[in-house]
Nanobody
Protein backbone atom coordinates (compact mmCIF):
# COMPACT_ATOMS: atom_id res chain seq x y z
CA UNK A 1 0.00 0.00 0.00
CA UNK A 2 1.39 3.36 -1.05
CA UNK A 3 1.36 6.14 1.50
CA UNK A 4 2.59 9.72 1.30
CA UNK A 5 2.36 11.39 4.69
CA UNK A 6 2.92 15.13 4.91
CA UNK A 7 3.83 16.98 8.07
CA UNK A 8 5.18 20.35 9.17
CA UNK A 9 2.31 22.64 8.28
CA UNK A 10 0.89 25.22 10.62
CA UNK A 11 0.33 28.89 11.33
CA UNK A 12 3.23 31.27 10.78
CA UNK A 13 3.58 35.04 10.63
CA UNK A 14 4.52 36.80 7.39
CA UNK A 15 8.27 36.62 6.87
CA UNK A 16 8.52 33.39 8.81
CA UNK A 17 9.64 29.92 7.78
CA UNK A 18 8.27 26.41 7.75
CA UNK A 19 9.68 23.08 6.65
CA UNK A 20 7.30 20.54 5.19
CA UNK A 21 8.15 16.85 5.07
CA UNK A 22 6.61 14.03 3.06
CA UNK A 23 7.45 10.48 4.07
CA UNK A 24 6.78 7.87 1.41
CA UNK A 25 6.20 4.16 1.82
CA UNK A 26 5.17 1.39 -0.53
CA UNK A 27 7.15 2.75 -3.49
CA UNK A 28 10.74 2.57 -4.70
CA UNK A 29 11.26 6.16 -3.67
CA UNK A 30 14.56 6.79 -5.47
CA UNK A 31 13.04 6.26 -8.94
CA UNK A 32 10.14 8.66 -8.39
CA UNK A 33 9.94 12.31 -9.26
CA UNK A 34 8.60 14.14 -6.24
CA UNK A 35 6.71 17.39 -6.10
CA UNK A 36 4.82 19.77 -3.87
CA UNK A 37 1.55 21.28 -5.01
CA UNK A 38 -0.74 23.68 -3.21
CA UNK A 39 -4.38 24.64 -3.38
CA UNK A 40 -5.81 27.79 -1.89
CA UNK A 41 -9.56 28.21 -1.25
CA UNK A 42 -11.40 28.83 -4.50
CA UNK A 43 -8.32 28.25 -6.62
CA UNK A 44 -6.95 25.41 -8.69
CA UNK A 45 -4.18 23.18 -7.43
CA UNK A 46 -0.82 24.47 -8.63
CA UNK A 47 2.69 23.11 -8.81
CA UNK A 48 5.01 24.71 -6.27
CA UNK A 49 8.24 22.76 -6.73
CA UNK A 50 9.46 19.46 -8.10
CA UNK A 51 12.58 17.35 -7.97
CA UNK A 52 13.45 14.54 -10.35
CA UNK A 53 14.91 11.19 -9.38
CA UNK A 54 18.24 12.63 -10.47
CA UNK A 55 17.90 15.69 -8.26
CA UNK A 56 16.96 18.34 -10.82
CA UNK A 57 14.78 21.01 -9.25
CA UNK A 58 12.03 23.18 -10.68
CA UNK A 59 10.06 26.00 -9.02
CA UNK A 60 7.02 28.10 -9.67
CA UNK A 61 7.98 31.71 -10.34
CA UNK A 62 6.04 32.82 -7.26
CA UNK A 63 8.31 30.87 -4.89
CA UNK A 64 11.71 31.07 -6.60
CA UNK A 65 14.37 32.28 -4.20
CA UNK A 66 12.15 31.61 -1.17
CA UNK A 67 11.38 27.87 -1.27
CA UNK A 68 13.77 24.94 -1.61
CA UNK A 69 12.82 21.37 -2.40
CA UNK A 70 15.12 18.51 -1.42
CA UNK A 71 14.99 14.76 -1.07
CA UNK A 72 16.64 12.14 1.12
CA UNK A 73 16.46 8.79 -0.64
CA UNK A 74 17.81 6.99 2.43
CA UNK A 75 14.81 8.24 4.41
CA UNK A 76 12.25 8.05 1.57
CA UNK A 77 11.41 11.66 2.33
CA UNK A 78 11.02 14.86 0.36
CA UNK A 79 11.17 18.28 2.00
CA UNK A 80 10.01 21.78 1.20
CA UNK A 81 11.84 24.54 3.05
CA UNK A 82 9.71 27.68 2.88
CA UNK A 83 11.26 31.01 3.85
CA UNK A 84 10.01 34.59 3.70
CA UNK A 85 6.46 33.34 3.74
CA UNK A 86 3.68 35.62 2.50
CA UNK A 87 -0.06 35.58 3.16
CA UNK A 88 -0.57 34.47 -0.45
CA UNK A 89 1.34 31.26 0.35
CA UNK A 90 -1.62 30.19 2.50
CA UNK A 91 -2.95 26.91 1.11
CA UNK A 92 -3.16 23.20 1.62
CA UNK A 93 0.14 21.72 0.47
CA UNK A 94 0.15 18.29 -1.15
CA UNK A 95 2.97 15.87 -1.79
CA UNK A 96 3.05 14.06 -5.12
CA UNK A 97 5.04 11.07 -6.36
CA UNK A 98 5.13 10.29 -10.07
CA UNK A 99 6.91 7.70 -12.19
CA UNK A 100 6.24 8.10 -15.91
CA UNK A 101 7.55 4.71 -17.03
CA UNK A 102 5.35 2.93 -14.49
CA UNK A 103 2.47 5.32 -15.18
CA UNK A 104 1.92 5.79 -11.49
CA UNK A 105 0.99 8.93 -9.63
CA UNK A 106 0.27 9.22 -5.93
CA UNK A 107 -0.91 12.02 -3.63
CA UNK A 108 -0.66 12.70 0.06
CA UNK A 109 -3.56 13.90 2.17
CA UNK A 110 -2.29 17.47 2.41
CA UNK A 111 -1.11 19.74 5.18
CA UNK A 112 -2.44 23.22 5.91
CA UNK A 113 -0.10 26.21 5.79
CA UNK A 114 -1.51 29.50 7.01
CA UNK A 115 0.49 32.72 6.83
CA UNK A 116 -1.13 35.41 8.90
CA UNK A 117 -0.30 38.07 11.44
Amino acid sequence: QVQLVESGGGLVQPGGSLRLSCAASGITFRIYAMAWYRQAPGKQRELVASITSGGDENYADSVKGRFTISRDNAKNTVYLQMNSLKPEDTAVYYCNAAQSALRTNYWGQGTQVTVSA
